[in-house]
C-alpha cells in the first residue's frame, strides 16, 4: 500500500478536530491504493488485527487494526449501537464473534463474546480501497482520542508481499481418536438416547505440530483462494495466537428489518469429474440421514424466528458445491418485528442444530459431558454488526493458531442412520483444503 499520502490526509482531517465538540462517533476517509490487504495486515505491529469479508459478490473487504472500544457483553454492545442511532450520523461496524458455549471455559484470550470497534480500517469493494481512521468523543476530552489516533497512524507500516512458504507438519494427533469417537457415535444412535435427543452434532480436534509458529494471514490468503462462495475471517489479538477460518455457513444476514439465514446441514465428497458429482448430488438430495439432519436445522430455526418475526418463508432443499465438499442447504428469509435486535437474535440462534444438536439443551449437555478438547470459538459466531446492517458466519472450517500448533475443528451430525466410519471419514473430508495446503492431503 501506499501509504504516505493516505496517512498524512489522516492527520491533516485529525489535526482539523482538535477543538471539536462532537459527541459520538466519527469516521475519517481517505482514497488509497492496495495491492493485498492480508499483507498490509501482517507486517503491522498493532493488535489486535483482523480481517472479515462476506461470501457475497462485491461485498466490502475489511481490514483492520487497534481497538477505540470493545464490548465482551451483547448488551453493552445493543445499547452503545443504540445510542449512536439515537445521535444520528454515520454508524460505526463492529467486528468480533462469539463462542460456541460461552459459559464453557475456552481458549485463552478469546472471551466467550467479544465484539470491538476497531480504530484502523482498511476496506475495498469495486469502487476502491479505503483508508479509515475511528474516533469516538465520549468519554474523554478530545485531545486524548486524538492523541491515540495519532499514535496508531504513526505506527503504520508499508504493504509488504506474504511470505510463500507454509511451515512443515510432523506430528497429527486426532482429539478424539478413532475408537473414542466410535464409542461416542454409538451413545448417542442408541434407542434411548435417539429418545429425547434425535440429534447431537460432535466434533473432534486435529492437533497439528509445526516445524515454526504459522504465519496465520500467509495460510489464510492460499486458504481464501481456494474458498469460493464462503465467508473468510481472521483474527490475531496476540503476535502468537489466530483465529482462521473459510466457513460456508451464514449464521443470519439483516439489513434492516428483513433477515437471511439458512439450514445447511448434510453432506458429501465432491467427484472425480462432473458425471459422478451430480450422482453424488442426487445421491445426498435423496439420502433419508442426511435429510433428517438438514431438518432438524430448518424446524428449530423456523420455530425459534416466529416469535421474531412477522412472516418467515422457507425455501426448497437445493445443493451447494465447495471444493472438497457438497452441502444440503434451504434458505430462510424473515421480516422481523419492529423491535428486534441483534442481542436478541444472537441470544437465539446460535449455536444452530448445524453445529450443536436437537433440542439444543439436552444436545450441549451431551456435549459438555462427553467432548474432551475446547471448542473455544469454533462452531460459534464471527461477522460484523452494525445499527443497520449485519452479517454474521458459524465458525466452522477454521483453525486455531498458536506456538508450533495448527488445530483444525470438523464437526458431525448424528442421527439415527449415522456410522461411525462414514462419520469419520466426513470430518477428514471437511478439514481436507487446509490440510492439502499443508501438505497433508
Known amino acids: ?121 482498511l476496506r475495498r469493494q469495486q469502487a476502491g480501497a479505503t483508508l479509515s481512521l475511528n474516533l469516538r468523543f465520549d468519554d474523554c476530552c478530545p485531545e486524548v482520542e486524538i492523541a491515540q489516533a495519532r499514535a496508531c497512524l504513526a505506527a503504520l507500516e508499508e504493504e509488504q508481499l506474504l511470505p510463500c512458504w507454509l511451515p512443515n507438519v510432523y506430528q497429527r494427533e486426532d482429539r478424539p481418536a478413532q475408537k473414542e469417537w466410535a464409542a461416542s457415535v454409538a451413545q448417542v444412535t442408541h434407542p434411548d438416547q435417539l429418545g429425547h435427543t434425535p440429534k447431537v452434532v460432535l466434533s473432534r480436534e486435529t492437533c497439528l505440530t509445526t516445524s515454526e509458529t504459522p504465519n496465520p494471514w500467509a495460510l489464510l490468503a492460499r486458504w481464501q483462494a481456494g474458498a469460493v462462495d464462503c465467508f473468510h475471517f481472521g483474527i490475531q489479538f496476540t503476535p502468537h495466537e489466530a483465529f482462521i477460518g473459510c466457513p460456508p455457513e451464514r449464521l443470519y444476514k439483516r439489513k434492516g428489518r428483513h ?75 424473515a421480516e422481523l418485528h419492529r423491535d428486534v435486535t441483534d442481542q436478541q437474535l444472537l441470544a437465539v440462534l446460535p449455536p444452530t442444530p448445524a453445529v450443536g444438536g436437537v433440542p439444543r439443551k439436552s444436545a450441549l449437555a451431551f456435549i459438555r459431558q462427553h467432548e474432551r478438547h475446547r471448542r473455544g470459538w469454533y462452531a460459534g459466531v464471527f461477522g460484523r454488526i452494525s445499527h443497520t446492517s449485519s452479517d454474521l458466519a458459524v465458525a466452522i472450517r477454521c483453525a486455531h493458531i498458536g506456538p508450533e500448533t495448527i488445530r483444525l475443528y470438523a464437526g458431525a451430525g448424528i442421527v439415527a442412520g449415522s456410522q461411525p466410519d462414514e462419520e469419520w471419514h466426513e470430518l477428514d473430508t471437511k478439514i481436507a483444503d487446509i490440510m492439502s495446503l499443508l501438505g497433508m492431503g
Open 1 to 121: 500500500m501506499h501509504v504516505t499520502h493516505p496517512i498524512e490526509a489522516l492527520k491533516h482531517q485529525l489535526d482539523a478536530l482538535r477543538h471539536t465538540d462532537k459527541k459520538g462517533f466519527m469516521r475519517l476517509n481517505t482514497p488509497c491504493q492496495v495491492g493485498n490487504l492480508m499483507g498490509w495486515l501482517n507486517v503491522q505491529s498493532v493488535y489486535p488485527r483482523l480481517y472479515w469479508q462476506s461470501r457475497d459478490v462485491g461485498t466490502v473487504e475489511y481490514a483492520a487494526l487497534g481497538v477505540v472500544r470493545a464490548f465482551d457483553s451483547l448488551a453493552a454492545l445493543q445499547a452503545d449501537l443504540a445510542t449512536l442511532a439515537d445521535s444520528g450520523g454515520e454508524q460505526p461496524d463492529y467486528f468480533g464473534g462469539m463462542a460456541f458455549d460461552p459459559g464453557m471455559s475456552g481458549w485463552e484470550h478469546f472471551p466467550g463474546c467479544h465484539f470491538l470497534l476497531p480504530r484502523i480500517e
Open 259 to 333: 433477515l437471511m439465514t439458512e439450514a445447511l446441514a448434510g453432506t458429501t465428497r465432491r467427484g472425480r469429474d462432473a458425471q459422478q458429482d451430480q450422482a453424488l448430488a442426487d445421491e445426498l438430495l435423496a439420502d433419508k440421514k442426511n435429510s433428517l439432519e438438514n431438518q432438524c436445522v430448518y424446524q428449530q430455526l423456523l420455530t425459534q424466528l416466529e416469535s421474531l418475526s412477522s412472516q418467515v418463508d422457507m425455501g426448497e432443499a437445493h445443493i451447494i458445491k465447495l471444493r472438497s465438499v457438497q452441502h444440503i442447504r434451504r434458505l430462510i428469509h
